[in-house]
């Protein structure tokens, strides 16, 4: 059974619009792989935890994969000790599983109740095979790549690293093991059914195409990716899977790569990317769907306009982070951004009637109320553009493997204690009164709430975590 835990995060809510592509993966390379096992996939952003008990115990699975972040190990922890109910063997994958990777490295003795396995890094498709093939043949489990194995005196990790698959020869998501989609479609609509204009909208979140301009060489200080690194499909395969998506009823396609404006920049066949993208389109597929993807506000010009309008792009999700230059450069550390960007990305996009999806990040270290004002009043303006569909304002909060977290993770442990459940409420909290000198935890709170209470009365989407 592989099982994507319900999160205890509320922000704007799309996580319950899209499936998990990430274990349906998974789940489609063990079908290849190994046919003869059963595989069950059970997805917790729109099935509870109770039903996700119920479902370890009615399929009884003898291994138990567990996909975990930050926002739902919580309820993975749950899961993990009914799965031992049962006498599972259970894994962890996915982001938080690397923390505690590193969580365990440095502190040997302590103890993950319940765990068996974990498995490091992106796409551990093949180890998670090569693990299941030993456990069914009874064979070693200590030489397999990217894997953590409990052992007498802890959990004991390989050495052998894992060669990452490019995207054309990685395995798509199965959709078969899906049983609902209405789940999504009905979860997306919830939200965003003023925003499509009466159209009846299939959603469905695809990565075809990864990295970041920006790159992994001056990150933002609350990144916590590490592989930013551009891969993408050939124009053509692009577009024949979109077909063939929008051949099983899709008809809203979000795509996830880290900022798709990026792509003018990465030389494909003499032209860039992003105009080949847009120059190969099918005439078959235009007008037949619409997308939602990131990009990023100093990338938004007359080439990236034109290629997005050409593929059907309908709303862009922006890291706006603040609205004051100095927060910008020397907090977020955002580079070759400044706030006017933010406003002249908006108001080009607001004039093709592309929609804006504006996210904040307030509490970097040099974050004031002077700054906090300015990110107020540049939400003011682009609450009142027409196609601004979203403000989301999210204090920072660092995470493991961003350079914030390097900063804080002493302190946060000298006052929660180390433990293997982060509390990101606390943690953003901590880095407030810790290392930002200016403003308060209330004070951000207060335009947390001042920024909500004006979005929703503008009949927008308002979002924010903690």
Known sequence: MLVFPPSSLNGVGMENSFIPNGILSIAGYLRLNLPEIEIKVVDGSVTNNEEIVDEIYNFTPDIVGLSVLLGNYKSAKILLSEAKKIGAITVLGNHHAKYLIKLLKYNPSFSLDNVDF????????????????????????????????????????????????????????????????????????????????????????????????????????????????????????????????????????????????????????GSNYLECLSKTIPTNLKGKFGMMVYARANEINESSLKAFKEIGVHRVIFGFDSGDNTVLKTGIKKQGINSSDNIKAAKILDKEEIQTYACYVPGSKSETYESLENSYLQIQELLSLKNTSVIEFTSLAPMPGSIAWKEICKDYESLHGINDEINITDLAKTWIDLKVKNVSWELIQEYKYKIENLTISNNKVFGGYY
């Not at 798509?172 to 204009?197: G, M, Q, T």
């Not at 609350?222 to 499909?233: A, I, S």
Request: charged share 25%; aromatic share 16%; proline share 5%.
């Open 118 to 269: 974990l498995i490091n890094g992106k796409r551990g498709e093949d180890s998670f095979l090569e693990l299941i093939i030993a456990i069914e043949k009874g064979e070693n489990t200590f030489n397999i790549p990217q894997v953590g194995v409990i052992d007498e005196g802890g959990f004991v990790f390989n050495k052998y690293p894992n060669k990452l698959k490019k995207l054309p020869d990685r395995i798509e998501p199965d959709l078969s093991f899906v049983n609902n989609f209405s789940k999504y479609f009905r979860a997306y609509s919830r939200i965003f059914k003023n925003f499509h204009n009466d159209v009846e909208i299939r959603p469905i979140n695809i990565n075809f195409i990864e990295g970041c301009h920006q790159g992994c060489n001056e990150p933002c200080i609350y990144c916590c990716l590490k592989d930013h690194q551009m891969d993408y499909l050939h124009p053509e395969d692009y577009w024949e899977r979109i077909s063939l998506l929008i051949d099983k009823g899709f008809n809203y396609f979000f795509e996830t790569c880290n900022s798709l404006s990026s792509l003018q920049y990465e030389i494909y066949n």
